[in-house]
């Protein structure tokens, strides 16, 4: 066997439970999961690429990108399907992997998650980046789905949808690729389930389940369809790069729409309008602030992921991400965390207030000044922060939580943003998905006090916001997750992609503005879909 290809573990103990010759059932190992992976040095493969290589019915490209539009350090690209699980709203879990979990009938919740990736027994490889997990989204809608724990009043069910959209959906690969953009390799994890062969598994540490050490070269036959599928894989995508260049994908469409029509939620007049309304609520002292926003859609028959191709290359962004459950796909170019757990610390990123670019470093410089020098700006960034400290704090240990690079400037591609980050510690009991719900939705993206913003927006906007102001991320099975707000985002379902954008209300927001605000959001998500094929 080549020496290259290893097992993703080393902690005998997950094996050594069941006993060949013992007539122990095996029912032991039906959540037992393990990669064999390889890494290479990088022959000039982007991430983009190898996704177009590899496509399948499932599947997901995970980057982020500097504001030059360079890589940071890992992109990822999942393909395959081991697990797939999706809330409707009660859980459904489908795929190879899916039957070794049973809740039938059950409503989807965290603990349900939770309890799913607790029974996942993997050993994470000892490679640095991602090594394993769930790729999905949770939308707006599954925090009000869960009002009674929320406290949230006034949650209608029977809102009118913008569109058919699950409460939340997620899916496990069956192959990964994990690009280092520093060190240029890729390493390749192919994963094995009990499905696959659990004999094979045995077979990796012979002596401790009673097999033979002269039948290890058994070993090297269990793992040879490992080792193919790993080769198999990098001569796909090298063959996707002999003959072809980023600057056109193999997937265009050319059935679009000739004179398609966007569709918003909401007129001007009636935007404006409940901005008015908000206004009278802060002024009562409801609410200090509160997001609004209006959805979009139009007639798409492209390739969604010319979508993502285009957001990618017209709004570069810390969170780019595409996901494409079969039924529906998801391209997004989100600036802004969520909730991010590492080694249980948790952090997040709070930003509010906004400038655009400078067409020189010296406008670019005063404009900055002046974004930092704007009350109304500084002031809804400080309640901002103060909210991403409570939200964390409830489930971090006491006095970790701090605030650093407060009130900083960071710049994208069009604009400018005040942003400063906010961590802690998580408390000792508490889970990462723990710490996910004590954040979402985002308060920039309901306003404060949180939840009684979440309620006038549901007195206010006629339809569910479905996956906007909701998470997209991963949730890894080493415990660690990364999630960004879904702002930027345009899903495509059943020929039509969907897109929705939104404004902070204060005050002394002038309603109009505040219309031309959420059309000026839309821009780049209707510059995609129009370079993309769906508009003419």
Known sequence: MDSGIKPAFEDKSHLSSYNKSSGQEKKD????????????????????????????????LLESMENTGRNTRYSVVGTGLLLHIKADPDIRITGPFGNF???????FSTENLQSILKSI????PQI???????????????????????????????????????????????????????????????????SDDIEKSLLLNPEENGIKKSDEKESDFCFEKDQNEITKTLDRVLKHLKKNNEKKST??????????????????????????????????????QVVLSKGSKCPFSSDPFLIYREMRRINPGPYMYYLDFSDMQIAGASPEMLIKVEERRVESVPIAGTRKRGATPKEDVLLEHELLSDKKEC??????????RNDIGR????????????????????????????????????????????????????????????????????????????AVGYIGLNGNIDFAITIRTVVVKNKTAYFQSGAGIVADSVPESEFLESENKAFCMMSAILSAGGIK
């Open 29 to 60: 190992f039906k959540n037992f999961l393990t990669a064999v992976y390889k890494t290479f040095k990088n022959p000039r493969i982007s991430p983009v690429l190898a996704y177009e290589a590899l496509r399948s019915d499932y599947g997901f």
């Open 101 to 107: 979990f049973d809740f039938e009938g059950e409503t």
């Open 121 to 124: 027994d993997y050993e994470s």
């Open 128 to 194: 640095p980046g991602y090594s394993g997990g769930l790729a999905g989204y949770f939308s707006y809608d599954f925090a009000l789905d869960l009002s009674k724990d929320k406290k949230i009043e006034g949650f209608k069910k029977d809102k009118e949808e913008n569109y058919d959209f699950p409460l939340a959906e997620f899916l496990l690969p069956k192959e990964l690729l994990v690009f280092d953009h520093i060190k240029d390799t890729i390493t390749i994890l192919h994963f094995q389930t009990k």
């Open 251 to 288: 997937f265009f469409s050319n059935e679009m729409e000739k004179n398609p029509e966007c569709i918003s939620s909401v007129s001007k007049e009636e935007f404006e309008e409940i901005v008015r309304t908000a206004k009278d609520y802060i002024k009562n002292g409801d609410i200090f």
């Open 379 to 388: 002031a809804e960034h400080l309640m901002l922060v103060d909210l991403s």
């Open 395 to 470: 489930i971090s240990k006491y006095g970790s939580v701090r605030v650093r690079d407060f009130m900083t400037v960071e710049k994208f591609s069009h604009v400018q943003h005040i942003v400063s980050t906010v961590e802690g510690e998580l408390l000792e009991g508490k889970t990462s998905l723990d710490a996910f719900m004590s954040c979402f939705p985002a308060g920039t993206v309901s306003g404060a006090p949180k939840i009684r913003a979440i309620e006038i927006i549901e007195e206010l906007e006629k339809t569910k916001r479905g996956l906007y102001a909701g």
